[in-house]
């Protein structure tokens, strides 16, 4: 039996079918894990659809349409996860907020909206979390962060997206020591450039010779380094930012 069987993850940002947060769904799904995932601006008849796909994998499966720019949003979202399937063990903060600024363009706005998103839910995501799983008195719990290795290189025209993801990376590292002693580990995860939503063929040309396994990166090629880390397998794994990037070539 998988060890993760039984478990209940919760997955933010799972809108298309092409998502990164899609492919975690049906990586921990195929691993029996029960799913709750979040979305927002989807297409109403594919969410129905795949929350069947989830569901014909033998799993639980609900989900919650949410904006999570709204303050409230973490914890509405660890209670609706509560009520309709109890108390979750693995979060994966998937969901982000991207735009394109540049020193000429940013402005407060620009700066909030991103933080928002990016830090405030995520951060607050995992708390709510932390403290529902301490008060359900479990003992083996997983945090997986979503980051875009804001510490390896530039990232130019994206100046508050890299401020805000970067930030992920030094709450992760703090916030492990802090839940270590209940069994929780938090980790981060950079997938490195990955062909989901946004990329065109002209991105495509341009950032392939960079990958010198002569591929560019999937949402599958993610969900399975998530899968591993939401494991039995990875216990003595925490504070760790890991770069899965398949030796993505910078500069």
């Known amino acids: 039996m998988n060890k993760t069987q039984h478990k209940i993850a919760i997955i933010t940002g799972a809108s298309h079918p092409q998502d990164i947060g899609t492919a975690i769904c049906r990586r921990l799904a195929m691993d029996g894990v029960n799913v709750f995932f979040t979305h927002w601006h989807a297409d109403r008849k594919w969410i129905g659809e795949f929350k069947q796909e989830i569901l014909s994998k033998g799993v639980s499966c609900e989900e919650l349409s949410i904006d999570l720019s709204d303050s409230q949003a973490p914890k509405t979202i660890l209670q609706t996860v509560f009520e309709k399937l109890g108390v979750p063990s693995i979060l994966v ?3 982000a907020h991207s735009a394109q600024d540049g020193y000429l363009a940013l402005d407060a706005q620009t700066l909030d909206e991103h933080y928002a998103v990016n830090i405030r839910s995520t951060l607050l995501l995992c708390v709510e979390f932390a403290r529902l799983f301490e008060k359900a008195n479990l003992n083996s719990g997983r945090i ?4 875009s290795g804001q510490d390896l290189g530039p990232m130019m025209g ?5 401020a805000t ?3 992920i990376s030094a709450f992760t590292r703090s916030l492990a020591q802090e839940l270590a002693p209940l069994g929780i580990t938090v980790n981060a995860v950079n997938p490195g450039p990955t062909d989901s939503t946004w990329m065109n063929d002209e991105i495509r040309s341009y950032l392939l010779p960079k990958f010198p396994m002569g591929r560019i990166g999937t949402p599958v090629d993610v969900a399975k380094v998530i899968s591993f880390l939401a494991s039995e397998e990875a216990t003595w794994i925490t504070g760790q930012i890991i770069h899965s990037e398949g030796g993505f070539l910078r500069g």
């Open 165 to 167: 993801k970067g930030a």
């Open 158 to 162: 994206e100046l508050a997206y890299v």
């Open 93 to 95: 903060n998937n969901a």
């Open 144 to 147: 997986i962060n979503m980051t």
